[in-house]
């Protein structure tokens, strides 16, 4: 009897934190905060928003964003944005 070979399942993160997308995305995290004000990214604020609460940011957006670019990441939330309104 064969035993199944172990699967390593890695968990990804639902949310980032800025500097960890800025790392990931290989661009300054200042650079970054200009996006997040221009609304480039969905902010997710727990706790409120204003100085000194933390702010994280979707993982799949920023994938988006330094895979295909800004365009399609505004396509995406454009098709995302309708579908959770109906739920």
Same mark, same amino acid.
């Given at each position: 009897?064969?035993?199944?070979?172990?699967?390593?399942?890695?968990?990804?993160?639902?949310?980032?934190?800025?500097?960890?997308?800025?790392?990931?995305?290989?661009?300054?995290?200042?650079?970054?905060?200009?996006?997040?004000?221009?609304?480039?990214?969905?902010? #997710?604020?727990?706790?409120?928003?204003?100085?000194?609460?933390?702010?994280?940011?979707?993982?799949?957006?920023?994938? #988006?964003?330094?895979? %295909?670019g800004e365009e399609a990441l505004r396509?995406?939330?454009?098709?995302?944005?309708?579908?959770? %309104?109906?739920?």
């Open positions: 009897m064969t035993k199944n070979p172990k699967v390593v399942v890695t968990i990804k993160p639902v949310r980032l934190a800025p500097k960890a997308a800025a790392e990931v995305l290989s661009i300054h995290h200042e650079t970054l905060r200009e996006l997040i004000a221009r609304g480039v990214f969905t902010v #997710i604020c727990p706790r409120g928003r204003g100085v000194g609460k933390r702010i994280y940011l979707l993982t799949e957006e920023v994938e #988006i964003y330094g895979t %295909r396509e995406h939330r454009a098709k995302i944005k309708p579908a959770k %309104r109906r739920a």
